[in-house]
T-cell receptor, first 110, second 113 residues
Framework: GENVEQHPSTLSVQEGDSAVIKCTYSDSASNYFPWYKQELGKRPQLIIDIRSNVGEKKDQRIAVTLNKTAKHFSLHITETQPEDSAVYFCAASINYKLSFGAGTTVTVRA | NAGVTQTPKFQVLKTGQSMTLQCAQDMNHEYMSWYRQDPGMGLRLIHYSVGAGITDQGEVPNGYNVSRSTTEDFPLRLLSAAPSQTSVYFC????????????FGNGTRLTVT
């Protein structure tokens, strides 16, 4: 099955700085790569996703890049704010089977 | 629309007991799935369904059963609870296309003693 590795496991950034989370996947057939944000005690919620025919996607302060040759994708958050503090999960999907990374705990310091 | 509704929110079981976690969605989604979330391990797929009458195993199916008799409901059954099944369980659904965004329920926190 698909194996998704996510780094780093924890990330502390100063408010206003950028945060980058990187993920790799094992199965070259994966074709959908969503990112989820989970606040403490809450459900995961989709923040951005990218499909395999696109190399980059941006939504305001959030961007995702995909390198299919190297089988890795990254989440970039610019101008971080305290409300960006949460756990972020990457995932890779083949058809209906979505495999998640272990998560990155992001702390934004005021 | 309520979205994805899970019940109960919390449950404590003794080893060997059985129970059913309920999941219902009102978005007419074809795809439904169950994940468990454990510290440091992300979310792991237990079972999933691409439509009524169709179910399949995910990454960690042992000890769990599912059925999909209607589009709306996708219950998860623990046959004989074990301490290793202590976890937070999330139900999720998505639309008719493969690789549509998942909508998660609020989760069920299960403790097995």
């Amino acid at each position: 099955g698909e194996n998704v590795e996510q780094h780093p496991s924890t990330l502390s950034v100063q408010e206003g700085d950028s945060a980058v989370i990187k993920c790799t996947y094992s199965d070259s057939a994966s074709n959908y790569f969503p990112w989820y944000k989970q606040e403490l005690g809450k459900r995961p919620q989709l923040i951005i996703d990218i499909r395999s025919n696109v190399g980059e996607k941006k939504d305001q302060r959030i961007a995702v890049t995909l390198n299919k040759t190297a089988k890795h994708f990254s989440l970039h958050i610019t101008e971080t704010q305290p409300e960006d503090s949460a756990v972020y999960f990457c995932a890779a999907s083949i058809n209906y089977k979505l495999s998640f990374g272990a998560g990155t705990t992001v702390t934004v310091r005021a | 629309n309520a979205g994805v509704t899970q019940t109960p929110k919390f449950q404590v079981l003794k080893t060997g007991q059985s129970m059913t976690l309920q999941c219902a969605q009102d978005m007419n989604h074809e795809y439904m799935s169950w994940y468990r979330q454990d510290p440091g391990m992300g979310l792991r797929l237990i079972h999933y369904s691409v439509g009524a009458g169709i179910t399949d195993q995910g990454e960690v199916p042992n000890g769990y059963n599912v059925s999909r008799s209607t589009t709306e409901d996708f219950p998860l059954r623990l046959l004989s609870a074990a301490p290793s099944q202590t976890s937070v369980y999330f139900c999720a659904s998505s639309g008719t296309k493969a690789n549509s965004p998942l909508h998660f329920g609020n989760g069920t926190r299960l403790t097995v003693t």
